[in-house]
């Protein structure tokens, strides 16, 4: 039985008016009025377990995380150990006409109206424990301060209970701070079953609400403007909307998906946004894009002819500046390699500067190069302004079973003085010397979702200058570009294109059709793919790319530079250069 949620908050209003104490503000009437004195009920103790037994169960919501379980479990065990009676516990399902048990211990958001009516008085980021009539509620919006409380209940459990006997005195409550970057973010919408938080790591968090629509998240942009945030930016992408709102200490990057009809609202604590606001340089060179070369790496890594898989981009802005897209292998050649193509592209080769160094995932093959650049000398020899990344939680990780070298990048980017460090959200559109950086993807975008598959996790985003376009996308995988196609569609086509996970399984027919691009730079070796990788050019996915391209860039041994706008050679077939 799953009950709308603006009925039960109204039933709710009822209950709470009924037993909680001091809710009632009546006057006492004048005596010689005649007039009958309203008094408020007393809240009764909570019998949980009486003479060796219980009527009680612990109620879950009945999608309820992991987090919310587990803390289901520990009471239950607290109560076990202290009593010697196991309270049973099951979801908040009920089918129709089935009765709503009279004693229950509600935790978390369940589709009863007595957690309607204790969330409905919390802000974000906090938590509560209330007795209501004879039900237990213990609350909170997001698990992590779901979880404080429960930790708060099991010590009052120790506390009170003894061998076959906890009795919860009725004046007992608690209420408190839980998670306090979530308290400063208005509510969404007037339904909560459809809400729930994801860690995504970096002290951000996000919002996520299921079965919204436009006129509901454009309400709630109305509602941060009321709550003291001011509009930062706000962008339609196909038929989405992607907004961000900032305070004194706060940034709020909402987004609304038309096709699935989501809201995703990410808080994180205010950092420098100067890489979204830049508008004025001084042009003094042409803006370029260089599939670094791949097979001059070496192969110290037991990969043998050279290290053939990595993805290196670097992109020169007009006034100088670099951008670099992750910087290949984890091997001791990348390092005079990487500093090498800087300096052979720089207008000033005593001044290099890299406005922004994306991280498109925490590979080694991605990363790696950026692990042994920074614990080289050559790190003293450039500026980086800004790191942008969208690295996952350790859960995360540990649910695909490959963290990569993510705590490692963490790291080494704060050992930059100076450099911004910020987590991209889709939406964002970051502006470089009369460049625009617009971000596309980021796997908070499939949240809730198990991230099973590393590549996944792939940032793609889209570079534009001289009205020249270059999608990149990294090593996303079908998952990721399945998503892309669907709610983007034709809005991803771009001039030129980087092959996904080197040409292995990640883009597909769909994508590459809805991309159209004239040029492709493929980030794989040319000894790979003529030889051991050699059906890789045959691959369904790769042969449409190829097909749709006048141009295939192969990532060999000097690597390939575009000067921006660059218009390819019409060949049918496409004209491979390695």
């Given amino acids: 039985m799953k009950q709308s949620w603006k009925v039960l908050l109204c039933l709710a209003l009822t209950v709470v008016a009924l037993v909680l104490p001091g809710c009632d503000n009546t006057e006492p009437p004048v005596e010689s009025s005649g007039d009958p004195v309203v ?14 037994t219980s009527a009680y169960s612990i109620i879950i919501r009945e999608s309820a995380s992991e987090t919310v379980s587990e803390a289901a479990r520990e009471i239950i065990s607290a109560i076990e150990t202290k009593t010697g009676v196991k309270l049973a516990w099951t979801d908040d399902y009920l089918a129709d006409g089935d009765p709503i048990p009279p004693k229950e211990i509600l935790i978390g958001i369940t589709d009863r109206e007595e957690s309607a009516a204790v969330l409905g008085e919390l802000k974000y980021g906090e938590y509560a424990i209330r007795p209501m009539g004879d039900k237990l509620v213990i609350a909170a919006w997001d698990d992590a301060s779901l979880a404080k409380a429960c930790g708060v209940f099991v010590n009052q459990i120790k506390r009170f209970a003894a061998e076959g006997q906890f009795v919860l005195p009725g004046d007992y409550a608690a209420q408190a701070e839980g998670l306090k970057v979530l308290t400063e973010m208005p509510h969404y919408g007037s339904a909560g079953e459809k809400i729930r938080f994801v860690d995504l790591a970096d002290d951000c968090y996000m919002l996520y609400a299921d079965d919204t629509d436009e ?29 961000t709102y900032v305070s004194d200490t706060k940034v709020i990057h ?3 998906t ?17 890489l979204f606001t830049e508008t004025e340089y001084e042009k003094i060179c042409e803006p370029s894009v260089t599939l670094v070369g791949l097979e001059s790496y070496g192969g110290d890594e037991g990969l043998g002819v050279g290290n053939q898989l990595g993805l290196c981009l670097i992109f020169r802005m007009a006034d100088g500046r670099f951008v670099i897209v992750d910087g290949g292998n984890h091997n001791n050649a990348t390092i005079p390699l990487l500093n090498n193509n800087l300096r052979e592209l720089a207008v000033d080769k005593d001044n290099i500067v890299i406005a922004a160094w994306i991280m498109t995932h925490a590979h080694g093959d991605h990363v790696g190069a950026f692990v042994k650049f920074s614990n080289s000398a050559y790190k003293n020899k450039v500026t980086v302004q800004n790191f942008v990344h969208h690295l996952c939680t350790a859960e995360q990780y540990e649910n695909c079973n490959d963290a990569g070298r993510a705590d490692q990048t963490r790291q080494l980017m704060k050992t930059y003085k100076g450099a911004n460090i910020i987590k991209a959200h889709t939406g964002q559109v970051m502006k470089i010397a009369g460049a625009e950086i617009e971000m596309l993807f980021t796997s908070a975008d499939l949240e809730p979702y198990v991230l099973d598959y590393h590549n996944t996790s792939s940032l793609v985003f889209r570079v534009t200058a001289e009205g020249n376009s270059v999608m990149v996308l990294g090593d996303a995988s079908t998952v990721s570009n399945g998503h892309m196609v669907k709610i983007y569609g034709d809005y991803l086509k771009s001039d030129m294109v980087q092959i996904a996970h080197h040409g292995f399984q990640g883009g597909t027919v769909p ?5 159209q691009a004239k040029v492709a730079l493929w980030p794989t070796g040319v000894a790979s793919i003529d030889g051991s990788y050699k059906s890789l050019m045959d691959k369904n996915y ?4 190829v097909e749709l391209a006048d141009e295939v860039y192969i990532a060999g041994m000097v690597g390939h530079t575009l000067i921006m706008p660059y218009t390819p050679v019409a060949n049918d077939p496409a004209k491979i250069y390695t």
Wanted: hydrophobic share 40%; aromatic share 12%.
């Fill in 39 to 52: 008094e408020t009920p007393v809240q009764q103790d909570l019998s949980i377990v009486s003479g060796g």
């Fill in 215 to 243: 006129a509901e998240f454009k309400a709630y942009l109305s509602v941060l403007e009321n709550a003291g945030y001011t509009s930062f930016a706000t962008r339609q992408m196909a038929d989405n909307l992607y907004a």
């Fill in 542 to 545: 790769n042969a449409k790319a």
């Fill in 511 to 515: 994508l590459y059709e809805a991309i």
């Fill in 254 to 256: 909402a987004s609304y």
């Fill in 258 to 274: 038309a096709s699935k009809k989501d809201a995703r609202i990410a808080i994180e604590d205010a950092y420098d946004m100067t």
